[in-house]
Structure formats: structure tokens, C-alpha cells
């Protein structure tokens, strides 16, 4: 499975543009990126994916590479509830079938006033 | 409201005893996960079900064991074997025939083995 790498945390404030960055240089031909976010002690938010065209949803918006070697997840309009910690994720493939999301310790987003 | 459930949202037990972790989904999605995860980690795969009575190996599988007797059920337990089994355990499931489809998570489990 091809891995990411996130920086640890960023900040970003209220009403702002947050800009999450997530590199995947192994990544291969056909691997989707998927992005889920996790606000704290709860389960984890599908956002958004992609594979290598740019995607938007009412969530955020996916900006991968032209070499799909990285990508950027765009919060338009970040507010407070916002804050979460952000996984970049490279889709593997289960034995049987099925998607295999492999979790690394994303990005911490915090949105402040 | 569709969804999935996960009981008890805490839960404490002694050492060497086995403990059963419950999670319920009315979506109607064939395909079931059980992660877990540790302060300041990711989610690492313990046990996955594509189907009813079929289930396999994940990441981390030894000192768990599952069922998959329903389709809407599919509980974890976690036994004396586990040797850290103090964490928060999330229930995920998903619709099958794509291989694109998003997993939707329970609100988790926390367990602490005293």
C-alpha cells in the first residue's frame, strides 16, 4: 500500500481557506486518495476522494498532481467545528475485495477566532 | 435514522478477563470493519467481513476474535490473549460491489482494562 505524509498540525483562522497537504509519491496507477477527518473521540468523517482529477463536494474540495504525487485538501471557509484531525489516505485493496483504509496519524487542524 | 451503533461508549474490565464489544448497522452494508486505535495514532485493521459468516485478518488480529452470524451484527471480543488491550475501538461498514465506496464509522468504544 502506498504511504502518506502529512504534517503533523496546522492552524488556520476562522473564515479562512485551510489548505491540508498530504504527499504520496508511491502512489499507483489506479490507487484512489481518499480523505476522512476525525474530531476528537469520535469516529471518523469520510470528506472527500479522488484519482486524479480535482473533485469538490459540499465538504471540501481535492486538488491531486498532475504525477498524482500529492494532493491538497481545501476547507473554503474553515470555521470552528472544523478542528479535527485530517487522514490522507492512499486506498489498498482487502484479500476477498473491499477497500483498505490504512489511518496514519494525519494532520491536526486547529481553526481559531 | 441509518447509522451504526457501538455499546457501551465506555467500558472498564479487570485483567484476564474476555470482553465483547457490540456493533449494529441498519444500512444494509454487506462489508463490516473493526479498527483500533491508540493515543495520538492512526486506525490500524483488526477484523474485516465482506459477508455474512465469512470474515478475515487484519493488521492486527491476534488476541481478538469475531462473528458474523447477522448481517446487521458483527461483534469483536476482546480476549485475555490481548496483551494491551486498553484503546478506542471503532466499528466501520461499508456497501460491497464497489470498489470505491466510502466507510461509514460507529461513534467507538473505549475500553480500559484495569
Known amino acids: 500500500d502506498a504511504k502518506t505524509t502529512q504534517p503533523p498540525s496546522m492552524d488556520c483562522a476562522e473564515g479562512r481557506a485551510a489548505n491540508l497537504p498530504c504527499n504520496h509519491s508511491t502512489i499507483s496507477g489506479n490507487e484512489y486518495v481518499y480523505w476522512y477527518r476525525q474530531i476528537h473521540s469520535q469516529g471518523p468523517q469520510y470528506i472527500i476522494h479522488?484519482?486524479?482529477n480535482n473533485e469538490t463536494n459540499e465538504m471540501a474540495s481535492l486538488i491531486i498532481t498532475e504525477d498524482r504525487k500529492s494532493s491538497t485538501l481545501i476547507l473554503p471557509h474553515a470555521t470552528l467545528r472544523d478542528t479535527a484531525v485530517y487522514y490522507c489516505?492512499?486506498?489498498?485493496?482487502?484479500?476477498?475485495?473491499?477497500?483498505?483504509?490504512?489511518f496514519g496519524t494525519g494532520t491536526q487542524l486547529k481553526v481559531e477566532l | 435514522d441509518g447509522g451504526i451503533t457501538q455499546s457501551p461508549k465506555y467500558l472498564f474490565r479487570k485483567e484476564g478477563q474476555n470482553v465483547t464489544l457490540s456493533c449494529e448497522q441498519n444500512l444494509n452494508h454487506d462489508a463490516m470493519y473493526w479498527y483500533r486505535q491508540d493515543p495520538g495514532q492512526g486506525l490500524r485493521l483488526i477484523y474485516y467481513s465482506q459477508i455474512v459468516n465469512d470474515f478475515q485478518k487484519g493488521d492486527i488480529a491476534e488476541g481478538y476474535s469475531v462473528s458474523r452470524e447477522k448481517k446487521e451484527s458483527f461483534p469483536l471480543t476482546v480476549t485475555s490473549a490481548q496483551k494491551n488491550p486498553t484503546a478506542f475501538y471503532l466499528c466501520a461498514s461499508s456497501p460491497r460491489g464497489s470498489s470505491y465506496n466510502e466507510q461509514f464509522f460507529g461513534p467507538g468504544t473505549r475500553l480500559t482494562v484495569l
Open positions: 489516505i492512499v486506498r489498498g485493496i482487502l484479500t476477498g475485495g473491499g477497500n483498505k483504509l490504512t
Open positions: 479522488g484519482l486524479k
